[in-house]
């Protein structure tokens, strides 16, 4: 039962390089959520999606954009890292909003 | 004033012993409420979620108070593996989004 799967578990980058973040789910769940994580500040939401094919903002989308091609699958990508952008990145799925969300492992991502 | 506040502590506790703690949350129209987990570097998962009656699962049990706008949770006989960041994670009333508080820290110890 793979849940939800995010890929890399880490990496470093240069300031301003670009990479892009997957997010897979098996669940067959319409809504999905990509989250930061920074000491004392909780989780804060970049992006989510509703549905195959849809995205909107969260929070603090600036500086990130996101894909939802597929109905298994969102993808966050930074166009150009900044070092105010190392962070813990959770990806999160539901079946519909009443229900709690399912969290991947999460993505540490350092910016030099 | 944050949407979701919590205590971060640490809350000290001997194993054992019962810990409680809450968390406020500012919208009067949030419509549903949960306590996740976070260990140490790990992803946060559900604990529980949280009905307006109250609800209790094997030690741990929850309260919603919408009067007064916080959510509780009570830990009974705390076990060393208690310990952990408990995030109140609620719903507003747009629907689609869960806006979670900065976590409270329990530690349990022998």
């Known amino acids: 039962n793979a849940g939800v799967t995010q890929t890399p578990k880490f990496r470093v980058l240069k300031t301003g390089q670009s990479m892009t973040l997957l997010c897979a789910q098996d669940?067959?769940?319409?809504?999905m959520y990509w989250y930061r994580q920074d000491p004392g500040m909780g989780l804060r939401l970049i992006h989510y999606?509703?549905?195959?094919?849809?995205?909107a903002k969260g929070e603090v989308p600036d500086g990130y954009n996101v894909s939802r091609l597929k109905k298994q699958n969102f993808l966050l990508g930074l166009e150009s890292a900044a070092p105010s952008q190392t962070s813990v990145y959770f990806c999160?799925?539901?079946?519909?909003?009443?229900?709690?969300?399912?969290f991947g492992d999460g993505t540490r991502l350092s910016i030099l | 004033r944050k949407e979701v506040e919590q205590d971060p502590g640490p809350f000290n506790v001997p194993e054992g012993a019962t810990v409680a703690f809450n968390c406020t949350y500012s919208?009067?129209?949030?419509?549903?409420f949960f306590w996740y987990r976070q260990d140490c570097r790990k992803e946060p998962k559900l604990l529980m979620s949280?009905?307006?009656s109250g609800n209790e699962d094997g030690r741990f049990t929850a309260q919603l108070n919408r009067a007064s706008q916080y959510i509780s949770l009570l830990i009974r006989d705390s076990k060393l593996s208690d310990s952990a960041t408990y995030l109140c994670?609620?719903?507003?009333?747009?629907?689609?989004?869960?806006?979670f508080g900065g976590g409270t820290r329990v530690l349990v110890k022998p």
């Open positions: 999160a799925s539901t079946r519909d909003f009443n229900q709690p969300q399912h």
């Open positions: 669940m067959n769940h319409e809504y």
């Open positions: 949280v009905y307006s």
């Open positions: 994670v609620v719903r507003g009333a747009a629907g689609n989004k869960l806006t």
């Open positions: 999606s509703v549905g195959e094919g849809t995205t």
């Open positions: 919208n009067s129209a949030s419509q549903s």
